[in-house]
């Protein structure tokens, strides 16, 4: 997931700064794709005060995926968003990986997690199933702010503003949109080809 892309919402604007923003007041946020990025985003924009709508071609949320480790950036951000309780009772926080030799099992190296993890960056390290880390957005999300069944088709800019076409052949405005759609991303191909 892009962390990276939700980290950043968070410093350019910092959580006792943002009611004093008037910039971010009358902002609004698009965002193609309902998965782990997208739901992230609009929690993080969500809390700062910014009006956000997310866009998910599915018809559903589907908790599909496999195991995936969620570093100590992206738990600090998970709990900023309040959500380090409900992280912290779906995840393993391993104490540490160990990597070994194919063939003969020696230990080639050692990472040291779990607490020692914890108290040098500040957060936790952990390992979560996708389906229970997009349960626990979804809780935090609490049913608003989305819309499902809405396939972004095509993206058109002007200087102040962005609009999707969605394929029932509606039409959507804000001042940005972001783009958490995937693989085969919609919004990276109207922007590049």
């Known amino acids: 997931w892009n962390a990276w892309t939700v980290a950043t919402i968070f410093r350019l604007i910092p959580l006792e700064r943002a009611p004093a923003m008037s910039r971010t007041r009358n902002l609004k946020v698009l965002i193609a794709g309902g998965g782990i990025g997208g739901l992230t985003a ?6 700062r ?13 589907r908790q ?3 195991g995936i480790q969620l570093s100590s950036n992206a738990t600090r951000i998970l709990r900023m968003l309040g959500l380090g309780e409900a ?12 990597y070994r030799a194919w063939d003969d099992g020696d230990r080639l190296y050692y990472t040291p997690l779990g607490a020692r ?19 626990v957005l979804l809780a935090g999300v609490a049913n608003k702010g989305f819309r499902l069944n809405s396939r972004i088709e095509g993206v058109d800019q002007t200087a102040d503003q962005v609009t999707v076409t969605l394929t029932d052949g509606s039409k ?9 759609d995937g693989i085969h991303s919609t919004v990276r191909g109207n922007l590049f080809g």
Do not use: K, M, N, W
Request: aromatic share 10%; hydrophobic share 50%.
């Open 42 to 47: 609009l929690l993080a924009l969500r809390a």
């Open 49 to 61: 005060g910014i009006d956000a709508e997310l866009f998910e071609q599915a018809e559903a949320f």
């Open 64 to 66: 599909v995926g496999a």
């Open 87 to 98: 992280l912290a009772r779906v995840c393993v926080y391993p104490e540490g990986r160990d």
């Open 117 to 135: 993890a914890e108290t040098e960056f500040g957060a936790p390290y952990y390992h979560a199933h996708r389906a229970d880390l997009l349960d």
């Open 172 to 180: 959507v405005s804000g001042d940005l949109l972001i783009g958490a």
